[in-house]
C-alpha cells in the first residue's frame, strides 16, 4: 500500500501569510494526488486534482505542485475562511489513502 | 444542482449489519465511478470502497464483509455492511468523481451518515 505522509500536522498562521504544506508518498504516484480541504462537521471540499489543476470554485491563492513522491500545497495569501484541515489522497492505484491531515489554525 | 445524500446510518451491535444508500441528483450515477469514505471522531479520512463501471474495490480492512452496488433506476449507491466491528463507528461518505471514467478524484460528496457499532 501507498503511504502517505503529510508535514505539518499543523500549523499557526495570520491572514495573509503564505502557507505550504507538504505530503510525501512512499513511493512513486506519477501525479495522481489530490488535496481537500474540510471545516468541522464537513464533508471535504476537493480544492487540487492531478496535482495541480485547480477544481472549478476554488480560489487562486490555493496552488498544488508535484510530482513523483513529493507534492505541495500553498495558500498564498491566508483568509479566515481558509482556517481549516488539508488533507492529500492519491489516486495512483488501489487502496486509496488519505494522508493524516494538516489543520491550519489562527496565531 | 449535483447532490448526494447518505442514509441508512444508526446504532448496531457487533456482528450486525446496515445497508447505507446514497442517493444522487443532478447526475447519472452509472456515468461515474463512486466512492465510500468513512472518518472516525475526530481523526481523518480512510477510504472504504470504489465502483467504476467494471469493477469494485475494497480496502483490506472491510473486503468480505461490505459490498458496494448502484441502482440505476433509482439513481442510488448502496453500502450493504455485515459483520460489524466496533471499528467501523465512522461516519461515513459518499463520493462522485471529479472526471468521466474513473480518476479517483471527489468532487461531490455527501453530508455523512454516522454508523455506531456498540452492544
Known amino acids: 500500500d501507498i503511504q502517505m505522509t503529510q508535514s505539518p500536522s499543523s500549523v499557526s498562521a495570520s491572514v495573509g501569510d503564505r502557507v505550504t504544506i507538504t505530503c510525501r508518498a512512499s513511493?512513486?504516484?506519477?501525479?495522481?494526488l489530490a488535496w481537500y480541504q474540510q471545516k468541522p462537521g464537513k464533508a471535504p471540499n476537493l480544492l487540487i486534482y492531478?496535482?495541480?489543476n485547480l477544481e472549478s470554485g476554488v480560489p487562486s491563492r490555493f496552488s498544488g505542485s508535484g510530482s513523483g513522491t513529493d507534492f505541495t500545497l500553498t495558500i498564498s495569501s491566508l483568509q479566515p475562511e481558509d482556517f481549516a484541515t488539508y488533507y492529500c489522497?492519491?489516486?495512483?492505484?488501489?487502496?486509496?489513502?488519505f494522508g493524516g491531515g494538516t489543520k491550519v489554525e489562527i496565531k | 444542482e449535483v447532490q448526494l445524500l447518505e442514509s441508512g446510518g444508526g446504532l448496531v451491535q457487533p456482528g450486525g449489519s446496515l445497508r447505507l444508500s446514497c442517493a444522487a441528483s443532478?447526475?447519472?450515477?452509472?456515468?461515474?465511478?463512486m466512492t465510500w469514505v468513512r472518518q472516525t471522531p475526530g481523526k481523518g479520512l480512510e477510504w472504504v470502497s470504489s465502483?467504476?463501471?467494471?469493477?469494485?474495490y475494497y480496502s483490506d480492512s472491510v473486503k468480505g464483509r461490505f459490498t458496494i452496488s448502484r441502482d440505476s433506476s433509482k439513481n442510488t449507491l448502496y453500502l450493504q455492511m455485515n459483520s460489524l466491528r466496533a471499528g467501523d463507528t465512522a461516519v461515513y461518505y459518499c463520493?462522485?468523481?471529479?472526471?468521466?471514467?474513473?480518476?479517483?478524484?471527489?468532487?461531490?460528496w455527501g453530508k455523512g451518515t454516522t454508523v455506531t457499532v456498540s452492544s
Open positions: 513511493q512513486g504516484i506519477s501525479s495522481y
Open positions: 463520493a462522485k468523481d471529479l472526471l468521466v471514467g474513473a480518476y479517483f478524484y471527489m468532487d461531490v
Open positions: 443532478g447526475f447519472t450515477i452509472t456515468t461515474y465511478a
Open positions: 465502483i467504476s463501471t467494471a469493477n469494485t
Open positions: 489522497q492519491h489516486a495512483n492505484s488501489f487502496p486509496l489513502t
Open positions: 492531478a496535482a495541480s
